[in-house]
């Protein structure tokens, strides 16, 4: 089903947790405005880790876009962790939280896999050019930490100036 609307274009960044057990529903409810919202183009998903890690939240949106029947939505890897800090540390005390709560209380069945692939380019590719194309035009959400926008404007600046806002 395509529902492509005449809303303004937007870019989801986002580290969608939902699907992943213990994780927030914030980001997979984001998605969901975004894919029904009239007022919402939404142009593609990219994929940053942060609550979640990289490796669970790709399948997680992937997964989202198939319940939901959007399967034109590109779904786009990004940043597998921070540009500056080791993540290892706040991944090993979130691991333990969720076995301390979630998985101690739960016999949760793992998710089947997607069947929908991900956008063979990157996130910060795929901003650069998706703002390059529709100068002024386009919002990006940043709804998970900012390390894809920070490679896109790493990668060309001048996206500063024709991006038509990033909302954090």
């Known amino acids: 089903m395509t529902l ?4 303004k274009p937007v870019i989801l960044d986002t ?7 213990g994780s927030d529903v914030d980001d997979g409810l ?7 919202h009239p007022a919402c183009d939404l142009l593609g998903l990219t994929i940053v880790a942060g609550n979640v890690v990289h490796e ?4 997680n949106a992937l997964r989202l876009l198939e319940i939901a029947r959007r399967t034109e939505v590109p779904v786009v890897p990004g940043a597998t962790r921070p540009l500056l800090r080791d993540p290892s540390r706040i991944r090993e005390l ?22 929908l692939a991900p956008a063979a380019s990157r996130a ?7 703002v390059r194309g529709r100068p ?33």
């Open 4 to 7: 492509r609307s005449k809303g």
């Open 15 to 21: 580290d969608p947790g939902i699907g992943s057990p």
């Open 30 to 36: 984001a998605i969901a405005l975004g894919l029904l």
């Open 56 to 59: 669970d939240g790709l399948p």
């Open 94 to 115: 979130m691991g333990a939280r969720r076995r301390q709560s979630v998985e101690r209380f739960w016999d949760l069945p793992p998710c089947d896999p997607p069947t």
């Open 124 to 130: 910060a590719e795929f901003i650069a050019d998706t």
């Open 136 to 168: 002024g035009e386009v919002t990006i959400v940043a709804i998970g930490p900012c390390t894809n926008v920070a490679a896109a404007l790493l990668l060309d600046p001048a996206l500063a100036r024709s991006v038509a806002e990033i909302v954090v």
